[in-house]
Nanobody, 124 residues
Framework: QVQLVESGGGLVQAGGSLRLSCAAS????????MGWFRQAPGKEREFVAT????????YYTDSVMGRFTISRDNAKNTVSLQMNSLKPEDTAVYYC?????????????????WGQGTQVTVSS
């Protein structure tokens, strides 16, 4: 069992930055591929970024490529999402997610554990 707790959301103007953090419980954090997903009002939850168990590889959805950076610290059981050059279309609830079987996590159907979500609002 893994419990995920996100923090760092808030209100920011377009062009600004936010850093989301996700703290995981348990002693097996390094055995999980981690990801960030987001869900805007009236839309389905979508993949944003993922990082492999060791942190060697990262992948992003096209719309955030070059603006967002995912990272993890296995010693501290944390995964982060640095978001720069934010746009109003980035407004959503952002969820941290863990997958204990795959080597990356890009499909919400593969998620084993979800965080409770944190709201990110980008004003124009």
């Amino acid at each position: 069992q893994v419990q995920l707790v996100e923090s760092g959301g808030g209100l920011v103007q377009a062009g600004g930055s936010l850093r989301l953090s996700c703290a995981a419980s348990g002693r097996t954090f390094s055995s999980y591929a981690m990801g960030w997903f987001r869900q805007a009002p009236g839309k389905e939850r979508e993949f944003v970024a993922t990082i492999t168990k060791s942190g060697t590889y990262t992948y992003y959805t096209d719309s955030v490529m070059g603006r967002f950076t995912i990272s993890r610290d296995n010693a501290k059981n944390t995964v982060s999402l640095q978001m720069n050059s934010l746009k109003p279309e980035d407004t959503a609830v952002y969820y941290c997610a863990a997958d204990g079987t795959g080597w990356i996590l890009r499909d919400k159907d593969e998620v084993d554990f979800w965080g409770q979500g944190t709201q990110v609002t980008v004003s124009s």
